[in-house]
T-cell receptor
Framework: GAGVSQSPSNKVTEKGKDVELRCDPI?????LYWYRQSLGQGLEFLIY????????KSGLPSDRFSAERTGGSVSTLTIQRTQQEDSAVYLC????????????FGDGTRLSIL | GENVEQHPSTLSVQEGDSAVIKCTYS??????FPWYKQELGKRPQLIID?????GEKKDQRIAVTLNKTAKHFSLHITETQPEDSAVYFC???????????FGAGTILRVKS
C-alpha cells in the first residue's frame, strides 16, 4: 500500500506569512508524529497524535506552531507568522497501534523562509 | 525524561570493513530500539529494530545488540559497501509507549 504522503514537498515563503503542511499517514495507522530536521541535524519531536486521545504537544517550539488531525487520518501542521529560524525539513511519520511500533516516515516538506 | 546519546558523530571505514555505532539511553523502562538510515535528501528508513526481550537481532549484514543492564545498544554493519554511506539514527521508546527519542545521528562514509 501507499506510504506516508506529505505535501507540499517544497515551500518557499516570506517571513511573517503563515504556512500549512499536510501529512497523509499510512491507511490504518492510528499514531501520527511531526518532527523537524534542520540542516545536518537530528530529528526534533514536535507533536504526537494517538487515536482519539489529546495530542502530545510537548515538542512544539512556540505558540506559533499548531497541528490538527481531522477524522483520525490527515494531519495539518500550521506555522503562523513564520520566522527565518523555522526553515527546516518537516517530517511526518505514522505507526500502528499497540505498544511501541515502527514509525514510517514521509519524504518531508522542505520549508524555506526568506 | 529520556535522553539518547549516539557515538561517533562521524565514521569513515574502508569498503569491506565493519562499522559499529553505539547509543546509550537513560529510561530503564524503554523497550523498543529502532535504527534508521537516511540518505541525503531522503526520508529516514527503518533498517532494523530490537525489543527489550531479546539481546541481539540480525538481518543479513546488519545486526543490533542490546544491553539492558548497561542501557546501551549498538548497530553493526559487516562487509560495508559504498551504498551504506548515509546518516544513521538510533532511537529509544519513552517507556513502553509509541513516542521515540532520537540520537543525534552518525555520518557513515564507506570509502571504496
Amino acid at each position: 500500500g501507499a506510504g506516508v504522503s506529505q505535501s507540499p514537498s517544497n515551500k518557499v515563503t516570506e517571513k511573517g506569512k503563515d504556512v500549512e503542511l499536510r501529512c497523509d499517514p499510512i491507511s490504518g495507522h492510528t499514531a501520527l508524529y511531526w518532527y523537524r530536521q534542520s540542516l545536518g541535524q537530528g530529528l526534533e519531536f514536535l507533536i504526537y497524535f494517538q487515536g482519539n486521545s489529546a495530542p502530545d504537544k510537548s515538542g512544539l517550539p512556540s505558540d506559533r506552531f499548531s497541528a490538527e488531525r481531522t477524522g483520525g487520518s490527515v494531519s495539518t501542521l500550521t506555522i503562523q507568522r513564520t520566522q527565518q529560524e523555522d526553515s527546516a525539513v518537516y517530517l511526518c511519520a505514522s505507526s500502528s497501534l499497540g505498544g511501541s511500533q515502527p514509525q514510517h516516515f514521509g519524504d518531508g516538506t522542505r520549508l524555506s523562509i526568506l | 525524561g529520556e535522553n539518547v546519546e549516539q557515538h561517533p558523530s562521524t565514521l569513515s571505514v574502508q569498503e569491506g570493513d565493519s562499522a559499529v555505532i553505539k547509543c546509550t539511553y537513560s529510561d530503564s523502562a524503554s523497550n523498543y530500539f529502532p535504527w534508521y538510515k537516511q540518505e541525503l535528501g531522503k526520508r529516514p528508513q527503518l533498517i532494523i529494530d530490537i525489543r527489550s526481550n531479546v539481546g541481539e537481532k540480525k538481518d543479513q549484514r546488519i545486526a543490533v545488540t542490546l544491553n539492558k543492564t548497561a542501557k546501551h545498544f549498538s548497530l553493526h554493519i559487516t562487509e560495508t559497501q559504498p551504498e551504506d554511506s548515509a546518516v544513521y539514527f538510533c532511537a529509544a521508546s519513552i517507556g513502553s509507549g509509541n513516542k521515540l527519542v532520537f540520537g543525534a545521528g552518525t555520518i557513515l562514509r564507506v570509502k571504496s
